[in-house]
């Protein structure tokens, strides 16, 4: 059904901060102090509360509440089956939550549809990675969704403006150079994705995942199959990337990596969250370390 497609036609012309934060004096509301407020993130951009999924008999997710702050890099880990990847399916739309509701930015966003909720900023990238293996990893990247420029039929038949479609093809481009040569993958540019590597491949569902301009980023198990070095790699990119503004939640099943990369870390057992906390609270919790020893891994 296209129920939420008008609200978002609407949306989309709206300014973002229409109730600016109260803490800023309007006579130092310049440019420059808005476009510092942009990249200085603040508040709660996703917030889950009593989240529920079931599968048949099974509950996936059992009534889960957690916040992600602003500019955080966050670590979500439980033992296998506990709810993560259900979790992040429920919170960008690829599922349909069975209850509880999903705030991204302080809108309710429960059930819109992926590619509206990705639009908004909110984006994950998946624990198999998903790309069009016969085509290139650069097509791959310029056509990740709502990279795409000229998608609007109009826009592109109407006379005049034929040429700015052009243009921004071009931008579009030049956008996906930079983000291969982020993630270095620029020298696999004209490469077929499927015959990158496990960690190429992790590597360009991130490219794809970043040209979507994301707030918040979910990334679900980004490490798998991908060697020390390039691992080291992605995360140094995960911190630059944090520190103009990128807010992470992470889904990794390497205890250490969590522990030594994330200040905040939300434990999740049996579609619940068990515990949350700072990585020395958490590394120490008995709930915890009993979820994990707890068989089900
Ligand atoms: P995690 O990512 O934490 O390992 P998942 O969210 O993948 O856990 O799975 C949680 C539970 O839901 C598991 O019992 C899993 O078997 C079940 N599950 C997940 N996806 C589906 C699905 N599409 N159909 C049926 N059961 C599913
Ligand atoms: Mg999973």
């Not at 300014?15 to 407020?37: H, L, N, Q, Y």
């Not at 205890?255 to 200040?263: F, H, K, P, S, T």
Request: with cysteine; hydrophobic share 40%.
């Amino acid at each position: 059904m296209s129920d939420e497609d008008p609200a978002n036609v609407a949306d989309a012309d709206l300014p973002e901060d229409v109730d600016a934060p109260e803490d800023v004096e309007p006579e130092t509301m310049d440019s420059e102090v808005e476009e510092a407020a942009k990249t200085v993130p603040r508040g709660v951009p996703l917030r889950v509360e009593g989240l529920r999924k079931e599968f048949g008999g099974i509950t996936a997710v059992d009534g889960a509440t957690f916040e992600v702050e602003a500019g955080s890099l966050t670590g979500l880990i439980g033992p296998n089956g506990a709810g993560k990847s259900t979790t992040f399916n429920c919170i960008t739309g690829v599922h349909r939550a069975d209850g509880g509701e999903v705030y991204f930015r302080g809108e309710d966003v429960t059930g819109l549809r992926p590619h509206t909720i990705a639009q908004r900023g909110l984006v994950r990238t998946f624990q198999i990675a998903r790309q069009l293996g016969e085509m290139t990893v650069l097509e791959n990247v310029m056509l990740a969704p709502g990279g795409q420029s000229g998608e609007s039929i109009a826009r592109s038949v109407l006379p005049g403006t034929r040429g700015g479609v052009v243009a921004e093809e071009r931008a579009l481009r030049d956008r996906a150079w930079e983000t291969l040569e982020f993630f270095e993958l620029d020298h696999l540019a004209t490469e077929y994705a499927g015959n990158l590597s496990g960690g190429q491949r992790k590597l360009l569902e991130l490219a794809r995942a970043m040209m979507t301009d994301p707030d918040v980023l979910l990334l679900d198990e980004p490490f798998a199959g991908v060697n020390p070095t390039l691992e080291e790699k992605l995360l140094d990119q995960l911190h630059e990337l944090r520190e103009q503004g990128l807010t992470f939640l992470l889904v990794e099943h390497d205890m250490d990596l969590i522990m030594e990369n994330c200040e905040h870390v939300i434990v999740m057992h049996q579609g619940r969250v068990l515990d949350e906390g700072p990585p020395e609270q958490i590394r120490n919790s008995e709930e915890v370390i009993e979820a994990y020893l707890g068989g089900e891994v």
